[in-house]
C-alpha cells in the first residue's frame, strides 16, 4: 500500500531506500557498540574514550534518524527494529565483560573504517539514482572518517 509517494521512479527508490537501510542498521549497530564500550572500557585512557565514545552515540544516533527520515520521503519503509538491526551483518563487539582501551580503539577503527568503505559504495550507487540521499550519505561518511581518524591517531606513535 502506497501512503507517502516518491519523488522518485520505482527503481530509483528501491535504490535509495536500500542504501539508506543498510546505513541505517549500520549506524544503530555502531551506536550500540560505541555504548557498551562506553560502560565496559578499562585502562589508563579510560576518560578520553569514555567520553568520545559517547561522541559516536550522538552522532550516529543522529544521523540515524536522518537517513530514517530521507527514507520516509523516498517512499521506504526505513526498519529500525532490534531483531533487524541483530539479523544484520554487524560490526560486533567481542565477548561481553571488561574490554581494554587498547582494543576500543583498534576495535572503533575497525568498525568505522569498514563501515566508511561500506558507505563509499552506497554513495557510488546513488550517483544517477538520487542525488539528495546520496548527500545525506556523504555526511555520515564525512562524520565517520572524521572519528576513524581521531581512534586511529590514538593507536599510531609518531617517529
Ligand atoms: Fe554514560
Known sequence: MTIISSPLGEAESKLAGEALQGTLVELIDISLVAKQ????????RFRSLHLQLDEIVAITRAHADTVA????AVGVNPDGRAQTVASAHGPGTGAAGWVADKAVVQGMVRILRASGGRLRERISALSEADPVSQDVLIAVARDLDKQAWMFEAQAAEAG
Open 69 to 72: 527520515e530521507r527514507s520516509v
Open 37 to 44: 564500550y562506553h560502560w565496559n572500557l578499562v585502562g589508563p
